[in-house]
């Protein structure tokens, strides 16, 4: 035993004498480890890239439309009136579609001015404004106006709000395609825009960014390592009809929006913005159509029982509604023969200005704009038969709803779903 014993013990030797050179050949670097190793510091790890999204809650948007339309009227009285149904209009001012002359000499004699006036050439109208004097009720002057030229289209200067809260130029290339918003300002310096083609309208030649549009924008034409867009290659025809002003979003600059867009020869437009009918806006999206443009639009986020919303509940216009990222439609989301499509409205992050630069969005309005860029890509110009088949072929790839059948809740099917960037993958 003892001579087994010692055997095992000289082989046990020699083993390790053998691992002792091996060990030595590997020659492993010597790394200048400190000389005291505190606990990791976790939130510094993250930091940098919670940097990349504002995860400030979103506010319910059940009631949000209607506490902003209040919030408005009550803190720009000066800027702002209620029509008889309590929706925001500019105050004062009286919109006329190519007025007859004589009413415009009606509208004289009641003591009502010419603001304004702007020729639309691409949709062969003519847009006035009219100035109520002080003291007459815009109301009752509207109603004077329709009774006395039936065939004119008098109303309210509507003001129109986003669908949806965002917490927070060269030519095209050919073959690029392009596509047209009518919005807040775009931030077209975020680096989402970095090799996007961006050819603005409004303010003056101002440059005004907002959350709205900018987050609008991103999810039609912008490009990142975080963000997908549906038509990265498009050019982007961007119209801001706000300008920072509190009365910004009226109807008549939404439709000389529109007619800037109808000379662009841009096919798709995205309007993610809601608000009462009018009748200047209407016939300005008739005159549109009538050309062979599709108009897209949020239906809004007032909640199932919720009345229209205008523009999207307009013939022709195609309403797109909000599903979460297991398809579910949003709550809140209008219902109603006005939807024809469903896309991604919540759980979703897309570009702000400023810093962070992504922040979370939820509502109608950000499920509509990537709704517009898949049909842009199948509609760079204007053509109402092209439209048609458009809007069929994007049916046919639509999920979620039965062949031939239409819901009121997501119209023809979900479109778009890989397109959500969610904020996990920012964490």
Not at 124 to 145: D, I, K, Q
Not at 166 to 190: E, F, I, K
């Amino acid at each position: 035993m003892k001579f087994l014993t010692a055997n095992i013990c000289a082989a046990v030797s020699l083993l390790m004498g053998a691992a002792t050179p091996a060990r030595a050949q590997l020659g492993l670097p010597r790394l200048p480890l400190p000389q005291q190793i505190g606990p990791l510091d976790v939130e510094r790890l993250r930091r940098p890239v919670d940097q990349l999204l504002d995860r400030t809650p979103l506010p319910e948007l059940g009631t949000l439309r209607l506490d902003t339309v209040r919030g408005l009227l009550r803190r720009h009285p000066d800027l702002l009136e209620a029509d008889p149904r309590g929706e925001p209009a500019v105050r004062g001012e009286i919109l006329a579609w190519s007025p007859s002359a004589a009413a415009l000499d009606a509208a004289a004699q009641a003591g009502l001015r010419i603001a304004r006036e702007e020729t639309l050439p691409a949709l062969g109208e003519r847009l006035v404004v009219l100035r109520v004097p002080a003291g007459v009720a815009t109301a009752a002057l509207v109603e004077r106006l329709r009774a006395l030229d039936p065939d004119g289209g008098y109303d309210f200067n509507h003001v129109y709000t986003g669908s949806g809260t965002a917490g927070g130029v060269p030519a095209a290339g050919a073959g690029a395609g392009r596509v047209g918003l009518v919005d807040s300002g775009v931030d077209a310096g975020h680096a989402v825009f970095g090799k996007a083609s961006v050819t603005r309208w409004g303010c003056g030649g101002r440059l005004v960014p907002d959350a709205h549009g900018t987050a609008v924008a991103a999810l039609m034409v912008g490009r990142s390592e975080v963000l997908r867009s549906a038509a990265p290659d498009a050019a982007l025809y961007a119209a801001d009809v706000y300008c920072g002003s509190p009365a910004g979003g009226a109807a008549d600059r939404i439709a000389a929006a529109l007619a800037w867009l109808a000379q662009q020869e841009v096919g798709v437009i995205n309007v993610s913005l809601v608000g009462p009918p009018n009748v200047l806006l209407g016939r300005a999206v008739a005159a549109m159509q009538a050309r062979g443009h599709l108009l897209v639009a949020a239906v809004g986020n007032d909640g199932p029982a919720a009345p229209p919303l205008y523009p999207a509940s307009y013939p022709g216009v195609v309403g797109v509604t909000g599903v979460d990222r297991r398809g579910r439609l949003l709550p809140e989301a209008a219902r109603g023969p006005q939807v024809m499509f469903a896309a991604p409205g919540s759980q979703m992050v897309s570009a702000a200005p400023g810093a962070p630069p992504y922040r979370q969005v939820r509502g109608t309005s950000f499920a509509a704009p990537i709704v517009a860029a898949l049909l842009a890509q199948r509609l760079p110009r204007p053509d109402r038969s092209a439209a048609a088949k458009a809007i069929e072929a994007l049916a046919r790839e639509a999920d979620g709803a039965k062949a031939g059948f239409v819901s009121n809740e997501i119209g023809r099917g979900i479109v778009g779903a890989a397109l959500r960037t969610d904020p996990s993958q920012l964490r």
